[in-house]
């Protein structure tokens, strides 16, 4: 059963975790096989959530995204999902980034920096139609509308 | 065969890089064509020595710069067999077909109208026809596509009626290379009554194109799409429809007098160029058109069908490697999926090795709809691709397939 709560990127691979490993693959193919592998730790999100109001537009592939937010904990629960696997992959690393963090953290978060120094900010650059950019604004927007 | 693709390769001097640390192949031509020294060198040549605005002849630059823009023009009108005051500037094939449906589109139909238009038609051949339809009452109608995604000529001839007052359509197809038969049906559309319109965005860097012998009423091109700039293209239109037709736009260069109370317009084809034109886009196209017919026409043509025979002997070969569009006639173009795979991580997968190719539904939203497919790898072979860089694409591929 998908269960929001039960992504524990951003708790069990963080941002940092992920920086480290990256470190350590030098040649495209492992990086982008590492990418991928992340993608695939990620739960398919279930068709009926795959709406139009969780869809993240996007040029080539399909993202959707799920968020939950728990108020006691100040906490933001998300998931996402995407048709391609690459496009998955990268958005499993904003999840580790980002996921399970405050909404004020995730306001915070540079993620151009992030990506800048894992050498993938090519993918969050406005030119590429893969709605990951628009994915990461979609979740800052969120967490503004809840620090507000 | 005597044509010699490295020296040919040797003009384009884009081609020789390296990208992310392999040997750049690109095939990524459908989108945009490179340009050789000779294009590049003339536009240099045109900023460094010649520039100056058009049409106002008081001084020496001016007369250089509007001798050269008009001698592009009468270049262009060679190009297609037409006469001088047919050949307007546009941005490129969008504009071109946006003039249409404004100019003729919108004044012409009428409720209980058509426009017939075909399945594989890319965005610029339709949305402005849907939005024309929309804003008249006028209805549009679809050709659908055969198994082979060639077009279906039996429901052309049921479409076709006395109520199509505008028959649109691409001499080639930019998501899946499919070669329309234009001449018998732009004929059988004229027999109806109908207008027609040709895109030829996909055509003119392939074969030659003739409007005579097309006896269509009005063709588009793109400049970029043929060795030349990106900003200008063409729409040659027959004189009679030109000359009826309202201006697209009003400003300077397209008036004959203007008075606070009313304007007159200048001849053809100044009617429909208001503003400054694209003067250097204009001679750098004419500059590659003097230089693709330099060429040995039949022979890059040649080339072209050899690179694509033998990129579909390959794609047929390949395990788990679907063609998207399988017609007989096809310009050097191939469409496919791998089975499992996103087109789009295909695209990034290939970048990484140093191939161009185009993902995703280039453009043609109702075509990938009626296929059921999200969108396609696309590889577009030009004159300067080489049979070892198909051979480099499916090296490629099996390595993406190893991702998957």
Same mark, same amino acid.
């Given at each position: ?92 690393? %904003? ?54 | ?101 404004? &100019? ?28 024309? &339809? ?47 038969? %234009? ?179 280039? &453009? ?41």
């Amino acid at each position: 059963m998908f269960d929001i709560h039960n992504i524990t990127l951003g708790e069990k691979i963080t941002a940092e975790d992920i920086s480290e490993d990256l470190e350590f693959l030098d040649d495209w193919e492992e990086r982008y096989r590492y990418i991928i592998d992340l993608g695939k730790q990620l739960p398919e999100l279930p068709d009926e959530l795959k709406t139009e109001d969780r869809f993240v537009r996007g040029c080539q592939s399909q993202v959707w995204l799920e968020t939950d937010y728990d108020s006691d904990a100040d906490t933001l629960y998300m998931a996402v999902d995407s048709d391609a696997l690459i496009v998955k992959g990268l958005a499993a690393i %904003v999840l580790a980034a980002l996921n399970r963090q405050s909404p004020q953290a995730i306001h915070d978060y540079d993620m151009d920096a992030f990506f800048d120094r894992i050498d993938l900010l090519n993918h969050l650059s406005p030119t590429r139609g893969n709605g990951l950019r628009a994915m990461v604004g979609k979740i800052k927007q969120q967490a503004q509308s809840l620090t507000a | 065969m005597t044509f010699d693709v490295a020296a040919l390769r040797a003009q384009f001097p884009i081609l020789n890089q390296q990208v992310n640390g392999k040997p750049l192949v690109y095939l990524d031509n459908g989108a945009t064509t490179q340009k050789p020294e000779a294009v590049l060198n003339v536009l240099e040549h045109y900023y460094r020595t010649v520039n100056s605005n058009v049409h106002r002849g008081a001084h020496h630059l001016s007369d250089l710069a509007t001798g050269q823009f008009e001698g592009a023009r009468e270049t262009v009108a060679r190009f297609l067999n037409a006469s001088r005051e047919e050949i307007l500037w546009t941005k490129g094939t969008t504009e071109s077909i946006n003039i249409i449906a404004q &100019c003729i589109g919108r004044e012409r139909l009428q409720p209980g109208d058509e426009v017939l238009i075909s399945t594989s038609e890319h965005h610029a051949n339709i949305v402005p026809w849907q939005q024309a &339809c929309l804003a008249t009452g006028a209805t549009l109608k679809v050709i659908p596509l055969r198994e082979d995604c060639s077009l279906d000529q039996d429901a052309f001839d049921q479409l076709l009626t006395e109520r199509t007052k505008i028959f649109a359509i691409g001499h080639a197809s930019n998501a899946l290379g499919t070669l329309n038969p %234009v001449q018998e049906m732009v004929a059988k559309a004229r027999e109806a009554g109908a207008i027609t319109v040709v895109d030829g965005a996909q055509a003119v860097a392939h074969f030659p194109v003739d409007v005579q012998a097309l006896d269509v009423d009005f063709y588009a091109f793109s400049a970029h799409k043929l060795f030349g700039p990106t900003g200008i293209g063409v729409l040659y239109g027959r004189r009679e429809l030109l000359e009826a037709m309202p201006p697209y736009q009003t400003g300077g260069e397209m008036i004959e007098t203007v008075s606070f109370e009313k304007s007159t317009w200048n001849q053809l084809p100044y009617k429909f160029e208001a503003g400054t034109p694209n003067i250097a886009g204009a001679i750098g196209l004419a500059a590659a058109i003097d230089w693709f017919n330099q060429q040995d026409r039949e022979a890059l043509q040649a080339h072209e069908d050899s690179l694509l025979v033998h990129a579909t002997k390959q794609a047929e070969a390949f395990d788990g490697l679907k063609i998207i569009g399988t017609a007989a006639n096809k310009v050097s173009v191939l469409s496919f999926l791998l089975e499992g795979a996103h087109p789009a991580d295909v695209g990034m997968l290939l970048d990484k090795q140093g191939v161009a190719v185009r993902t995703g539904h280039h &453009c043609t939203m109702p075509l990938m709809d009626t296929l059921g497919i999200p969108g396609t790898v696309r590889a577009s072979f030009s004159i300067y691709n080489t049979l070892d860089e198909v051979d480099r694409l499916f090296e490629a591929l099996e390595k993406v397939k190893t991702f998957l």
